[in-house]
């Protein structure tokens, strides 16, 4: 089977987003942000999923515009995270530098099939 880079990434995101839950929600005690951030965080590759089982080139863009905006919001949520002390410097930053690589990596995969 032929890898792709953007599902396997997108994929091993969400698990951390969804770890990254169970540890604000039953740790932190937060359950508002952190139910935004399960949302957006596990969309990008769901997203990324019905892009590839595209039926045409403008569905298959369409959906991966779809995950780049969740990436963009996710990347919102985690910031908020940080900002409000939920996440700690470590926590945030680890997690923001796979959030901001999938935000470029769908960006140009956008960009690239639209030309």
């Given amino acids: 089977m032929k890898e792709n880079v953007v599902k396997d990434k997108s994929f091993d995101f969400a698990v951390r987003i969804v770890n990254l839950y169970k540890h604000l929600s039953q740790e932190k005690k937060e359950f508002v942000l952190s139910k935004q951030l399960l949302r957006s965080g596990t969309s990008i590759g769901a997203n ?3 892009a590839i089982g595209g039926i045409s080139k403008a569905d298959f863009r369409a959906k991966l515009s779809i995950a780049y905006k969740e990436a963009r919001e996710t990347v919102y949520w985690l910031r908020l995270l940080h900002t409000t002390e939920y996440l700690n410097d470590k926590e945030f930053e680890s997690v ?3 959030a ?3 935000c470029r990596l769908l960006f140009t995969i956008i960009k690239s099939s639209t030309e």
């Fill in 100 to 102: 901001d690589e999938l």
């Fill in 48 to 50: 990324v999923e019905e």
């Fill in 96 to 98: 923001f530098y796979d």
